[in-house]
């Protein structure tokens, strides 16, 4: 840290006592930060999961397609050999394997259980297609496949996905939003709590003035207690945020929710916050109290 | 040191005050008199840079007022002192706290000059009341710690606003002795006054020219006083 911002926060402690200890303003400052943090904590790693969330899906699906060939059971045979060649002949598709029975027979064994005879069933053929880097034109290997091969559909996954990815981009979005909007509302609480407190103290500015005080001597007194509260109250609400987020119900490996939290690095945002909110709160209560020692002379 | 040059004031309506011409000299003692809200407030704020004048020119040790910066004000401030009528004090820390404040915002170290604060306390009967709250103080003990709150940087000018307000004859003259020793250091003083059976007393103690405003205009009063 800088030698002049520690020499400004350790302070002048005479110079503080020329603004009057205020008791009740302070703590409402105080709280007002904590409260304000606590948010931000949570919007915080809605951003970041959503974030996840989002980069995981694109990655993971956008690569993987499925042919199901549903033909009667003399046909299969064809229309998977006809539907294969369609594949490695379109351009996009890396690589396109179908799957043997027995690996049908464990994808379907969680819903039918180990001992049901799978072989007996008209299970469809279910074909893997891996994309290339640059994807397929998925409705026109639609039109071949339905020339070639009647009974194979494609599901290429982006139906469900696209809204999904889309969605859990928005709500990163509002989430990075939602921080922003925090941080506004707690520079307007501070601006009020500021002229509150600067209004309440015109006589002590009057004859701060009146002794040949310049102006950064008597902003100081005041922008230096309403930044220390800042940052101490969200010191508090940031350890109070992040113990609620370490001891959310764990939801396993599955669901929308999961990885709402802070993984590894990530939790270094935390300590920023107090640091942001005390940058908040310091240019807020400098703009107040310029606005109002401009207004006397 | 401060020089008016045909100086208007006027809040918004009518002028209060024009063709305004004054030249304080360093050394000189001045009274100023006047019926009440003649304007003698408003021609010592005028002095100090508190207010700038709607016409003409106004100059505070060779700077015209209205080219100054707020900082630039609030460094002549420390070379002018300053007594109100209605003295203010910072109500929450001593009264020999607030008299050393001049200090404190000068950036002096308070301690180094300590020996001289104690001095100047005595020199205003204070040195009892040092450790008490301004609002604990009596209205003349006010006047003085306002007195000496305005000298204890040593000003090249003392303004004084009816520093006889509020206290009794004898105070008065206890406070005016004050002011004029300090003239007798080299100090300008500059007293504003209806009280003028103050001013005939003191007239006796030292040069003083006696400024009065009337009718809007500063005159110089005759030998009437």
Not at chain 1, 3 to 29: K, Y
Not at chain 1, 68 to 78: E, G, L, V, Y
Not at chain 1, 246 to 251: A, S
């Amino acid at each position: 840290m800088p030698a002049a911002l520690t020499a400004w926060l350790t302070g002048d402690a005479s110079a503080d006592r020329v603004v009057p200890p205020s008791g009740f303003t302070a703590q409402l400052t105080l709280f007002a930060a904590g409260v304000m943090t606590f948010l931000t904590v949570f919007a915080l790693a809605l951003s970041l999961a959503t974030g996840r969330l989002a980069e995981r899906w694109g990655d993971d699906l956008a690569r993987a397609s499925t042919v199901r060939i549903s033909a009667p059971a003399d046909q299969m045979r064809t229309q998977t050999a006809a539907a294969l060649r369609v594949l490695e002949t379109t351009e996009g598709v890396e690589s396109a394997q179908a799957l043997s029975a027995e690996d049908q027979q464990a994808l379907l064994a969680p819903w039918f259980g180990p001992d049901v005879p799978v072989d007996a069933l008209p299970v469809p053929q279910l074909i893997e297609v891996t994309e290339s880097d640059g994807g397929f034109d998925a409705a026109g290997l639609r039109l071949r496949l339905s020339a070639e091969a009647p009974g194979a559909v494609l599901d290429d996954h982006t139906r469900w996905r696209r809204p999904l990815v889309a969605a859990a981009s928005r709500l990163r979005t509002l989430g990075l939003l939602s921080i922003l909007l925090i941080g506004g509302a707690m520079a307007a609480m501070i601006t009020l709590a500021a002229n509150a407190a600067l209004a309440a103290n015109s006589q002590v500015i009057g004859v701060l003035r009146l002794v040949g005080a310049k102006d950064r001597y008597i902003a100081r007194a005041f922008v230096r207690r309403f930044t220390l509260r800042a940052l101490i109250g969200s010191v508090v609400g940031m350890i109070c945020g992040a113990i609620a987020i370490l001891f959310l119900p764990d939801q396993g490996e599955v669901g929308l929710l999961t990885g709402l939290g802070f993984r590894g690095i990530e939790w270094l945002w935390l300590p920023l916050l107090p640091l942001a909110a005390a940058a908040v709160a310091y240019g807020a209560t400098r703009r107040a109290a310029s606005r109002v020692l401009a207004a006397l002379r | 040191m401060i020089e008016l040059d045909n100086v208007a004031y006027s809040y918004g309506g009518a002028e209060l005050l024009s063709d305004v011409s004054l030249k304080l000299a360093p050394g000189s003692f001045h009274f100023l008199t006047g019926p009440s809200g003649a304007g003698k407030t408003t021609f010592l704020k005028l002095c100090y840079g508190a207010l700038v004048p709607t016409a003409g020119q106004a100059r505070i040790f060779d700077q015209d007022v209205r080219e100054m910066t707020r900082d630039d004000i609030a460094i002549s401030r420390r070379r002018i002192g300053v007594v109100h009528q209605d003295c203010q004090f910072l109500d929450h820390v001593s009264m020999a706290e607030n008299v050393a404040m001049p200090l404190k915002v000068a950036g002096r170290d308070v301690a180094a000059e300590q020996q001289n604060l104690d001095d100047l306390l005595s020199w205003c009967g204070l040195s009892s009341r040092a450790n008490a709250l301004p609002p604990q103080l009596s209205g003349g003990e006010r006047q003085r710690a306002a007195l000496a709150r305005a000298v204890i940087l040593s000003p090249d000018v003392i303004l004084a606003d009816e520093p006889t307000g509020n206290v009794d004859w004898e105070m008065s003259q206890r406070l005016i002795q004050l002011l004029v020793e300090l003239n007798r250091m080299g100090k300008t003083v500059m007293i504003a006054s209806h009280d003028l059976g103050l001013i005939r007393a003191t007239k006796q103690h030292v040069q003083a020219r006696v400024l009065r405003i009337s009718n809007r205009r500063l005159q110089l009063a005759g030998a009437d006083l």
